[in-house]
């Protein structure tokens, strides 16, 4: 695969964007990996978390919105206890969430799950799809 990156892309609406609505400086991440050493759910994503903050550094939104990581994510702050820098990891990927969200994309639709799947979703999953539409 090859990927393309630019100034275009790594000063991007949606660098800003991200860094806006996490308070985060996404730059001053220097790739140590301690946050997705520590992430008791990097097994199910399918890029680590300092990748997801390589990607918003480099730009690769496109590539990033296919991720299944940041909805994997549990919010669990301990990349964000792990981090040298004190960037805050899980706010970074509640910010990429947001964006989806604020478009009216999700990974889960609840209308759309049987009663028996209801039962067998944690219930954070279902709390946290449910804040969009409390705003």
């Known amino acids: 695969m090859r990927i393309n990156i630019s100034q275009k892309k790594v000063r991007d609406q949606f660098v800003a964007k991200v860094e806006e609505l996490s308070g985060q400086k996404i730059l001053a991440c220097y790739q140590c990996g301690?946050?997705?050493a520590g992430c008791p759910a990097?097994?199910?994503?399918?890029?680590?978390?300092?990748?997801?903050?390589?990607?918003?550094q480099l730009g690769l939104k496109d590539e990033l919105l296919k991720s299944n990581s940041y909805w994997v994510c549990?919010?669990?702050?301990?990349c964000n206890a792990?981090?040298?820098?004190?960037?805050k990891i899980a706010e970074?990927?509640?910010g990429v969430r947001q964006i989806l969200l604020r478009k009216r994309k999700d990974r889960i639709h609840i209308p759309k799950l049987t009663d028996k799947q209801k039962e067998e979703v944690p219930q954070i999953a279902l709390i946290s799809s449910?804040?969009?539409?409390?705003?």
């Open 92 to 94: 970074v990927m509640e």
């Open 34 to 36: 301690k946050c997705s």
């Open 82 to 87: 792990r981090c040298p820098k004190g960037i």
């Open 130 to 135: 449910f804040r969009k539409y409390t705003s």
């Open 74 to 78: 549990a919010s669990c702050l301990t």
């Open 42 to 56: 990097v097994s199910e994503m399918d890029i680590l978390p300092n990748q997801v903050i390589r990607y918003i």
